[in-house]
């Protein structure tokens, strides 16, 4: 099946979507962040690297507390483009969310991309970095956004 594009013409709630992320693996997440790191969890029996470093594997089912370190950079693995606000008012300029597979892990972590100028020419499988702020405090905040590169 060939890749095709679909365009929504109608607002999206975000609000009524909640996600749950064990609290272990959110503080080692975070922690790492204030250092401008990305930190996860490697199965010590498949090798899985999970960022953020889950308690344990989803794959072998035993524990694991290896924490390692993830290149910053990776693949760019899904996006949506915005063109309008929540309420579906048109923005100035359109943003785009996506889902990022950092290099050396299996996971996804999600947050906003920049430097592109057309968004029709972003890709799935594109390259991009992290962009952290210039002073971190240990929050996902201090991942500022993705960036192509």
């Known amino acids: 099946m060939a890749n095709e594009?679909?365009?929504?013409?109608?607002?999206?709630?975000l609000t009524t979507y909640s996600w749950k992320?064990?609290?272990?693996?959110?503080n080692l997440f975070v922690k790492g962040l204030k250092d401008k790191k990305i930190l996860g969890r490697k199965c010590?029996?498949?090798?899985t690297v999970y960022?953020?470093?889950t308690s344990y594997c989803r794959k072998c089912l035993i524990d694991i507390d290896q924490v390692?370190?993830?290149?910053?950079?990776?693949?760019?693995?899904?996006?949506?483009?915005?063109?309008s606000d929540i309420r579906g008012n048109p923005v100035e300029k359109p943003f785009i969310?996506?889902?990022?597979r950092f290099d050396g892990s299996e996971s996804l972590v999600m947050?906003?991309?920049?430097?592109?100028?057309?968004?029709?020419?972003?890709?799935?499988?594109?390259?991009i970095k992290v962009?952290?702020?210039?002073?971190?405090?240990?929050?996902?905040?201090?991942?500022a956004y993705f960036q192509l590169i």
Do not use: Q, Y
């Not at 992320?21 to 959110?26: G, K, M, Q, V």
């Not at 010590?44 to 090798?47: E, T």
């Not at 969310?97 to 990022?100: D, E, I, K, L, N």
């Open 51 to 53: 960022v953020p470093g």
């Open 21 to 26: 992320i064990e609290a272990d693996a959110l």
């Open 97 to 100: 969310t996506c889902t990022v």
């Open 68 to 83: 390692v370190e993830v290149k910053s950079e990776g693949v760019l693995d899904a996006f949506t483009v915005s063109v």
């Open 44 to 47: 010590p029996r498949c090798g």
């Open 131 to 143: 962009v952290f702020k210039d002073v971190t405090e240990g929050a996902l905040a201090d991942m």
């Open 111 to 127: 947050g906003t991309l920049e430097g592109w100028k057309d968004w029709h020419d972003v890709k799935e499988g594109m390259r």
């Open 5 to 13: 594009t679909r365009t929504m013409e109608c607002p999206w709630d």
